[in-house]
């Protein structure tokens, strides 16, 4: 049995890691008494299947996480028995049954939304807020450096900034942005605001509070969620 979870990292749990994270996942199918399904090989574990990994301090109401049970159980009764089992941090908002097995979440989630909260070191316009965003979304190409396995690497992370909008309130900085994500690519929010720092000129504080909206598969400029699928 093929099950596909929505779930939320709410503000208690948004110091969990990625492999926190699927540990807490199985202990929570294991309080459940749920009959998960295992690999094979000198070191089972569990056959989970999580979207794009959520940076540590970042929370969330639109994390994906597909499993696989060793029976068929009614939906109801599996999403009633996780939730009572999930610790403090994480809640369940939706459960499915996948009828066929697709792609793996991260070849099919290419979306991520971000909501972000950025205190301003000086006053700020709408105005002025509004002509930096758009001379960001008007540049063909944004190049940073990132360090990887094989030392320093160009990459241009403008295409990967699908939409970016953005308002004042109260000397914050509120921002509503559509990225890359998965297997394709990846674009960080904190890259977006360098972009905003060192090209629209907008004095923003290191402090930044970002919530994950959610999740999204992107195609032909339709947005769905893996729910959807």
């Known amino acids: 049995m093929l099950l596909r979870v929505k779930y939320a990292k709410t503000p208690e749990g948004r110091f969990l890691s990625h492999l926190d ?9 294991r309080r459940a008494r749920l009959p998960l399904a295992f690999s094979e090989g000198f070191n089972p574990h569990p056959k989970f299947s999580f979207g794009s990994a959520l940076a540590v301090g970042v ?3 639109g994390e994906y996480l597909d499993i ?9 009764e599996v999403r009633s028995r996780l939730e009572a089992a999930l610790p403090p941090g994480l809640k369940l908002l939706e459960m499915k049954k ?9 070849a099919q989630i290419n979306m991520a939304r971000y909501i972000l909260a950025i205190p301003l070191l000086q006053t700020v ?11 960001i979304l008007a540049q063909s190409a944004f190049t940073i450096t ?6 320093p690497r160009e990459v241009n992370i403008r295409e990967g900034i699908f939409d970016l909008k953005g308002k004042v309130e109260d000397n914050i900085v509120l921002l509503e942005m ?5 297997s394709e690519g990846n674009v960080k929010p904190d890259e977006v605001l360098q972009m905003l720092r060192d090209k629209g000129n907008i004095p923003l504080a290191p402090i930044v509070r970002i919530h994950r909206q959610g999740l999204f598969i992107r195609k032909d400029d339709r947005i769905k969620t893996p729910m959807e699928e």
Do not use: C, H, W, Y
Not at 21 to 29: H, I, K, L, V
Not at 68 to 76: F, H, Q, S, T
Not at 98 to 106: A, D
């Open 125 to 135: 316009s709408r105005e002025q807020l509004d002509e930096a965003i758009a001379a």
């Open 98 to 106: 996948l009828e066929n097995r697709g792609e793996s979440l991260t």
């Open 59 to 61: 929370t969330s109401e």
């Open 68 to 76: 696989e049970l060793r029976e068929d159980l009614p939906v109801e």
């Open 21 to 29: 994270m699927a540990r807490t996942m199985e202990r929570a199918f």
């Open 178 to 182: 559509d990225l890359q994500t998965g």
């Open 146 to 151: 990132r360090q990887g396995k094989k030392g």
